[in-house]
Nanobody, 126 residues
Framework: QVQLVESGGGLVQAGGSLRLSCAAS????????MGWFRQGPGKEREFVAA????????DYADSVKGRFTVSRDYAKNIVYLQMNSLEPEDTAIYYC???????????????????WGQGTQVTVSL
């Protein structure tokens, strides 16, 4: 089991940027595929981005492709989500999650993930 703690959320104007961090403890992140999910007000949780266990593969939801970038720092055991050109529709609680998976696989389903962080709030204003 790995413990995950997100940070970096906040209030930003439309068009701005934020970088979310997901710090892991207990196990090296190299053992896991890592995903980012979000849940907006009155909405179901949705997939945002994922990076494979080896960091070779990445996958993004169509709604964030070209604006968000997921990356890892193996030395620090942290996964990042760089979010640019933010829109009010990006307002949500953002969660990181860890999945034991094949080396190149980037899971999209929440049920494929074993461990979750507590979430960090991102609010984008007009």
């Amino acid at each position: 089991q790995v413990q995950l703690v997100e940070s970096g959320g906040g209030l930003v104007q439309a068009g701005g940027s934020l970088r979310l961090s997901c710090a892991a403890s207990g196990r090296p992140l190299s053992d896991y595929a890592m995903g980012w999910f979000r849940q907006g007000p009155g909405k179901e949780r949705e997939f945002v981005a994922a990076t494979s266990r080896g960091g070779v593969s990445t996958d993004y939801a169509d709604s964030v492709k070209g604006r968000f970038t997921v990356s890892r720092d193996y030395a620090k055991n942290i996964v990042y989500l760089q979010m640019n050109s933010l829109e009010p529709e990006d307002t949500a609680i953002y969660y990181c999650a860890a999945a034991t998976s094949r080396y190149y696989y980037t899971p999209r389903g929440g049920s494929e993930y074993d461990d979750w962080g507590q979430g960090t709030q991102v609010t984008v204003s007009l």
